[in-house]
């Protein structure tokens, strides 16, 4: 008890091994357990689905669907529409969310405060009303086309809603958050007296930010990256209410295939490949997050 | 002895004896007590309103409303077989069919459900004999009346003048449960094929598509949403759902039931196996001229009892079963898969 408390040098050592200490390996089991039964074993279940559901239509083995999903053109495109659309949005996000973690980091001073509610309020709200906005905004006879045929900017009304641009502004805003404050947290990491350092130096702004700041903040991309690509590669509702059915992707299919065809093996088979996509786009943004990014 | 019994271990005995007895009823209740199931927004409050509370009145016990869709109903069914967590379920007729086939339902009869004797054959046949459908709707051409001055008298004009730009059209979305029926068996039917020539309903929707002048809703909130918003000029909706959002000071929606037959689905309920012997009362309610006519006041849609008497507002706002079309319910459900996946392909949304 002494020891860990004394201010000698080893002493936050000690204190670290005290907290591994007192995590007795029972909780790793159970925590390892927990992780088997509702994770490795639905997966598993997943893989192995040879359901006998309720339903009028001709049944076949898991097999069949695998093979279809990765050798049809049609499915083929899917997979790819569905990673180009989470790569798309996140870059999106990127951009979108530098300037503002940068903003709110260096330069909102006491408003920062503001900056983060203004940022998180938006999340506060359910992501369908969010979502609905845009139709609002987006509509044939809404808010912007109202406008822009106010100014005489167009003719007649063009449409908005039920495409690619809509969702991904739909999916940007309700991604872009998560990517401003993964970024923000490395940036306030920085100590500001090397930015200062590299200006001393004769670097400009630009150069300072080009060869400082944002290769010490690429920790915080990389996280921000991760979180919003899983997220996009998933997401649905945004997709149903904005695309109009335009832009499809593999979760939409999923939904398809429970509510209507109650095709579950197709479904089990679809969610696999989408499993599989994520992790396999995670390990990549992982190895290069550790080759471009800071180390020790 | 005496003593004890009047003393405070007494007093336990006696209350253990009453408490006994108490939860005991109350256990035997809450036995009888019911899950049934509801789609959302005035049809819950149709069901909660109509039925759930008159079981309540005349048995005592309750019956929970669940809301959701019959193929979430039928998997929680499916998971939990032997003591299901839903009793009575609202279905499709191609759900009805797949889910009796497995023997997920009860045999419903005219000896468990009295009131089945009012309820046309038709009716009966359309789920073929597993109970029978105690609601129907028409899919019929709703209209902004601001936008579409004269609007069209039938199905084949609608594709007509879409086709020419007159207006944005809206339809089902495929990912909509009964798109398969009323957009693919539908149209096929209308445009000279049937269940197994499927080709003229795709033909006439890819021009549609062809033509920008079609969009998807992908719920019935979602096509309210629509032609509230003007993305959408007209479109095809159900007449009951479109009668109640005029009602609601909407009067800027039209209606028009297509001079070329309108296509009709019916909805049933059954009764899940190992269900508590209530069902069939909360069933025979569901079936009852009151109760029904009661559910067709809220929801504007045609019910089943011939014995029904509808209120003058609605007498003619309900399109007769017999003036509509009904695609065979066992094939369509067999090719529901195969007609997505095409439509998934040629169409798109």
Request: net charge neutral; proline share 5%; aromatic share 12%.
């Amino acid at each position: 008890m002494s020891n860990t408390t004394s201010a000698t040098p080893s002493a936050p050592l000690r204190r670290t091994r005290g907290f591994a200490g007192a995590v007795s390996p029972w909780w790793i089991l159970l925590a390892g357990a927990f992780l088997v039964f509702f994770f490795v074993a639905p997966i598993a279940n997943n893989l192995l689905n040879t359901d006998n559901l309720a339903t009028l239509a001709e049944r076949n083995p898991p097999s069949f669907y695998y093979k279809k999903l990765l050798t049809d053109a049609y499915y083929l495109k899917i997979v790819g529409v569905t990673v180009a659309l989470s790569v798309g949005v996140t870059l999106i996000c990127v951009l979108v969310g530098y300037p503002v973690a940068l903003y709110l980091v260096r330069y909102a001073g006491r408003w920062s405060g503001l900056v983060i509610f203004l940022l998180i309020a938006p999340l506060l709200t359910s992501i369908i009303m969010r979502t609905f906005g845009w139709r609002v905004i987006f509509a044939r006879r809404g808010i912007l086309n109202d406008f822009l045929l106010s100014i005489d900017m167009l003719e007649r009304p063009i449409m908005f809603l039920n495409g690619p641009g809509s969702v991904v502004v739909g999916l940007v805003h309700v991604l872009v958050p998560f990517m401003v404050l993964s970024i923000a947290s490395v940036l306030r990491s920085i100590d500001p007296q090397i930015e200062e350092s590299a200006r001393i130096l004769g670097a400009n702004r630009f150069q300072t930010f080009l060869r400082v700041t944002f290769p010490l903040s690429l920790d915080g991309i990389g996280t921000g990256f991760i979180i919003v690509f899983l997220l996009a590669n998933g997401s649905f509702v945004t997709l149903l209410l904005l695309g109009g059915g335009e832009l499809r992707t593999l979760p939409l299919l999923i939904y398809q295939q429970f509510t209507i065809s109650r095709d579950f093996q197709f479904a089990a088979a679809m969610s696999n490949v989408l499993l599989a996509i994520a992790v396999g786009c995670l390990y990549l943004q992982l190895r290069l997050i550790r080759r471009k990014g800071v180390k020790g | 002895m005496t003593r004890q019994t009047r003393g405070p271990a007494g007093q336990t005995a006696r209350l253990s004896v009453v408490l006994a007895a108490v939860t005991g009823f109350s256990f035997a209740a809450a036995a009888q007590d019911i899950t049934v199931t509801s789609y959302g927004g005035i049809w819950e409050e149709a069901i909660t309103e109509c039925y759930a509370k008159e079981f309540n009145k005349r048995t005592g016990y309750k019956a929970n409303v669940l809301i959701g869709s019959p193929a979430q109903w039928l998997s929680q069914v499916e998971a939990n077989p032997d003591d299901p967590p839903i009793n009575v379920i609202v279905s499709t007729q191609p759900n009805v069919l797949a889910a009796a086939e497995k023997g997920l339902y009860e045999p419903m009869t005219e000896e468990n459900v009295p009131n089945l004797k009012d309820v046309p054959q038709f009716f009966k046949d359309a789920v073929e004999g597993h109970g029978a459908c105690f609601d129907y709707g028409a899919f019929i051409i709703a209209y902004n009346k601001d936008t579409v001055k004269n609007p069209p008298k039938t199905t084949k004009e609608l594709v007509e003048r879409t086709l020419k730009g007159e207006w944005v059209l809206t339809m089902p979305s495929i990912s909509y449960a009964i798109s398969p029926t009323v957009l693919v068996w539908g149209f096929a039917d209308l445009y000279g094929g049937d269940v197994n020539n499927v080709d003229p309903a795709f033909d006439v929707f890819k021009q549609l598509k062809d033509s920008g002048n079609m969009i998807a809703w992908s719920s019935v909130t979602d096509f309210l949403n629509q032609m509230s918003t003007g993305e959408a000029d007209i479109g095809m909706y159900w007449d009951g759902r479109a009668w109640a959002f005029i009602d609601k000071g909407n009067d800027w929606l039209g209606v028009v039931a297509p001079e070329d037959e309108a296509v009709m689905t019916c909805v049933a309920m059954n009764a899940v196996k190992n269900s508590p012997p209530s069902v069939w009362e909360y069933l025979n309610i569901v079936f009852e001229p009151g109760p029904m006519s009661c559910f067709s006041d809220y929801l504007q849609y045609g019910v089943t009892n011939k014995l029904v008497t509808y209120s003058d507002k609605l007498k003619n706002r309900i399109t007769p079963w017999d003036a509509t079309r009904t695609g065979p319910a066992r094939e369509i459900g067999k090719n529901t898969a195969a007609w997505i996946e095409r439509w998934n392909k040629e169409i798109g949304h």
